[in-house]
């Protein structure tokens, strides 16, 4: 990873960043969804811009800048969508003595899979969860993500079905983790 920086995502980052998140959701969900399921997953993915205000929404760049990754985590109860999906948004806040703190949001470049990028923000995101006083962590998977989260200690709880779009229902998976 010493080629690759991070920082928490800033108001001016959006435009680069949803750019990063519609290439992923195209290119990398293949394989785990059909098409229908790919193009209705932009309406149950994305980014909750509440994550940058609350400064807990993380990006990796490489030595040019380029976004690699980003991903968050946070002390609200919405546990996945955006600001534009059809999720509703929960916003209170999580009590961490009983509450599991939430990983949103996780995007890889596609021009970067394969390097350890998702893993290290979800190292980012946990690391900051637990210094927030978070003792386990749950979040929503893509079919895609799956295999990343399971490899980093995260079991399924349930699997689940967004609602329809267009009649087209995208498949995810509740998983949790003890921090």
Same mark, same amino acid.
């Given at each position: ?62 030595? @040019?800048?380029? =976004? +690699? %990754? ?6 609200? #109860? !919405?546990?996945? /969508? ?45 690391? @900051?969860?637990? =210094? +927030? %006083? ?6 929503? #998977? !893509?079919?895609? /993500? ?34």
């Amino acid at each position: 990873m010493s080629a690759f920086t991070h920082r928490l995502a800033q108001p001016d980052d959006l435009e680069a960043l949803r750019a990063v998140m519609s290439r992923a959701i195209a290119q990398l969900q293949h394989g785990f969804l059909t098409p229908e399921q790919v193009a209705a997953s932009n309406q149950v993915m994305g980014l909750d811009t509440q994550l940058i205000a609350d400064q807990t929404y993380f990006l990796v760049e490489d030595a @040019a800048g380029t =976004i +690699a %990754g980003c991903g968050g985590w946070s002390y609200r #109860a !919405t546990l996945y /969508g955006g600001d534009t999906s059809i999720v509703a948004r929960e916003p209170q806040r999580l009590d961490p003595a009983h509450d599991a703190a939430k990983v949103r949001a996780m995007y890889t470049n596609p021009d970067f899979t394969r390097r350890g990028i998702g893993r290290h923000v979800l190292d980012l995101c946990e690391d @900051a969860a637990r =210094i +927030a %006083g978070f003792t386990r962590a749950e979040m929503m #998977a !893509t079919m895609a /993500g799956v295999p990343l989260y399971e490899a980093c200690g995260y079991v399924q709880v349930e699997p689940v079905l967004s609602a329809p779009i267009d009649g087209v229902r995208v498949p995810l998976v509740r998983m949790e983790k003890p921090l």
